[in-house]
């Protein structure tokens, strides 16, 4: 039977869309096809030799193009797929199509619905939001897990324990130490040589990226650390392939940020970055660098690691049809690294009162996402507390910023099983949906206690810095006070600038109090810390110059008399000392609270000051400026990780009154007007 055009034609065509619907991606899914090529010269990793790329064409017929990448014995191609219908593709060399690719595993598949809420983005309405592509919200809750190896387990049994906990963040560097660095390896025998990359350390990211989809984690990948680039600070220059004395091209560690092929190699590597794991939408976000400022060989050309990082991240935006958020640290807002037109800042930050650090965290003033991606106590992890750990994820939680305080000690975490920690907050974040809420303000509302009142303690959070406030009132209402603006360094001759004048804290004291400054260390040069009440009767203390900075732990207080009184602290002293924390005694309600508020909703963390003592302390919380509507609170068990009984709530006038049961320890609360 002679058949005709036509009917061979149709054959074809219900042939291929057979194929196509045989072949099915769930959207946002990962699509892989491979294949090989004829006539291949030339390093496979350097796009300047091998460009070789994938055009899909969607079902709208828009045509999107990714790089693929070489897995060492074939090419390979990964996408995300993000239309509903049938997708096409073509391979290209250098932006021309390849007519026949050898073995090339797909050509065309068919996306088809599922539950993935897609990549996560910036909430163009709210800028301390991240939603996904479906308008769920992302409120980061997580922990770092910057490297493997030793008593620390692999990766997915890693993100299996943050997947259990309901944690949803990981941050995880490309460290050459545990084998995860394209460039170099554990083994300097085994390097790739300059150019080419160790498939062993993909594979390992391969894995990553597969637990991280499993257990419903996202990453942010550090793409470089401080280290490769330093001989100072935590230094891995002297391991560096680049490095001239292994064999490489750069001189000094910080010619990394101008050197032509040093910039044209990591352009490269990015590529291969985008092209191997940009399908994924549980990379959350790259991080160009890991604490860039402590590469200190920069630092007096500075303005080159700033150019650098906004050519990498054009380099990255250029490549990546899935735009993925590009970060960097520290870009503290006001520091060079903010403002540069990157996705969100991120902050670190180690202090001995983390309390105090999230009560004064905040983003106003910025128009990108800010949040801590690494915290943790000043000085030794080993001895810190599980109280500290609880302390900072709960009060970061009461921050108005875009995601909860990241911890960094993830190998203290699973030595000591901290986990349920984690989970009672993501419970908590879960339970009454808070993630979804958002345009928080920190506020601080006022406390009524009974029984005696006791100390109140808190740090200045800023680190190496000028200060910036010199006048803070401290209420005798139980509210923090905003210690936003002031270092933990004060500042002696020596760098006058940073401390023009000295710090006034103005007291109201109910009953006579003493205010204690508790020292931590002070420098090779010397200090002189200085106290006095109404600017007179100055008690002081004197640390003589001594060649090295010293841990000291010294405390100089002074009595306050009852009533309205200044303290004032200065250093007349040639260079700083550190606080470890300021005490006022006898000052404030035994019960603290931090929140943060928006237009119907207060979040809030209550903690009995004299926990250590298992005397429980009973509240009342007076919160202000919530509208008309019927409210309803509830309340957590932060150590428990449970709901507790509904208090009782009254409106009086423009407050919302919660009569909160006795705290032993502390209790998380929210309450929302209907």
């Not at 054959?11 to 892989?32: M, N």
Request: with cysteine.
């Amino acid at each position: 039977m002679k058949l005709s055009f036509a009917t061979i034609l149709l054959a074809i065509l219900v042939s291929s869309q057979s194929i196509a619907a045989s072949l099915t991606v769930p959207k946002y899914a990962k699509f892989e096809a491979s294949f090989t090529l004829s006539n291949q010269t030339g390093n496979p990793y350097d796009p300047d030799q091998n460009d070789i790329e994938a055009a899909f064409r969607d079902p709208y017929k828009k045509r999107i193009v990714v790089p693929a990448f070489w897995d060492g014995d074939r090419w390979r191609v990964r996408f995300a797929p993000t239309q509903l219908g049938v997708y096409t593709l073509q391979i290209l060399r250098s932006g021309n199509p390849i007519p026949n690719p050898g073995d090339l595993t797909a050509a065309q598949f068919r996306c088809i619905p599922s539950r993935d809420p897609g990549f996560i983005r910036v909430d163009a309405v709210h800028p301390q939001h991240f939603i996904f592509d479906n308008g769920q919200p992302y409120y980061p809750q997580g922990i770092d897990l910057a490297w493997s190896g030793g008593s620390v387990p692999s990766y997915p049994v890693m993100l299996g324990d943050l997947g259990a906990a309901h944690m949803n963040w990981a941050r995880v560097w490309m460290t050459y130490w545990d084998d995860k660095a394209l460039e170099w390896t554990s083994d300097k025998s085994k390097n790739p040589p300059i150019g080419q990359y160790s498939l062993d350390a993909a594979r390992r990211w391969d894995a990553i990226f597969d637990a991280a989809a499993a257990n419903g984690v996202y990453i942010q990948m550090t793409l470089q650390h401080h280290g490769q680039y330093t001989a100072k600070v935590d230094p891995n220059w002297n391991d560096n392939p680049f490095n001239v004395k292994n064999g490489g091209f750069l001189q000094n560690p910080d010619d990394f940020f101008t050197d032509p092929e040093a910039r044209k190699l990591t352009r490269a590597k990015y590529r291969y970055i985008v092209a191997r794991w940009g399908y994924s939408t549980h990379l959350l976000s790259f991080e160009l660098f890991n604490e860039v400022q402590n590469i200190r060989e920069a630092d007096n050309h500075f303005d080159d690691v700033v150019n650098w990082h906004k050519e990498m991240a054009s380099t990255l935006r250029s490549i990546d049809v899935d735009h993925h958020l590009i970060t960097t640290s520290n870009s503290d807002p006001g520091t060079p690294l903010a403002g540069i037109g990157l996705d969100y800042d991120q902050i670190h930050i180690y202090t001995p009162d983390i309390t105090s650090y999230f009560s004064s965290l905040s983003a106003a003033g910025t128009s990108v996402p800010v949040f801590v991606g690494e915290w943790g106590p000043q000085g030794n992890s080993g001895t810190m507390p599980v109280s500290f750990l609880h302390d900072g994820i709960w009060s970061s939680i009461m921050a108005p910023v875009a995601g909860q305080g990241q911890f960094w000690f993830w190998d203290e975490t699973l030595k000591n099983n901290w986990w349920p920690q984690f989970k009672s907050a993501t419970s908590f974040v879960h339970a009454f949906n808070i993630d979804a809420l958002t345009g928080f303000t920190s506020v601080r509302p006022k406390v009524t206690s009974t029984g005696a009142r006791t100390n109140l303690t808190f740090t200045p959070p800023g680190g190496w810095a000028p200060n910036t406030r010199f006048d803070v009132p401290v209420s005798s209402d139980g509210t923090m006070p905003d210690l936003s603006g002031l270092s933990y360094f004060i500042q002696g001759n020596s760098h006058r600038d940073m401390l023009a004048k000295s710090i006034k804290f103005d007291l109201n004291a109910q009953s006579p109090c003493k205010f204690i400054v508790s020292i931590n260390s002070t420098s090779a040069g010397g200090s002189h810390p200085r106290l006095t009440v109404d600017g007179a009767n100055p008690v002081e203390m004197d640390f003589p110059p001594s060649g090295k900075n010293t841990d000291v732990r010294k405390e100089l207080s002074i009595d306050v008399p009852a009533g309205a009184h200044s303290v004032e602290l200065f250093n007349t002293g040639s260079d700083w000392f550190t606080l470890r924390r300021i005490t006022i005694t006898n000052y404030a309600p035994a019960v603290g609270v931090l929140a943060k508020q928006n237009g119907r909703s207060v979040v809030f963390w209550a903690y009995n000051r004299d926990r250590e003592t298992n005397s429980p302390a009973s509240a009342s919380l007076v919160l202000s400026g919530l509208p008309g509507g019927k409210a309803e609170v509830h309340l957590w068990d932060p150590w428990k990780g449970e709901e507790l009984r509904a208090p009782d709530l009254r409106r009086q006038g423009t407050n919302t009154i919660i009569n909160l049961p006795g705290i032993d320890r502390d209790i998380a609360g929210v309450v929302v007007v209907r």
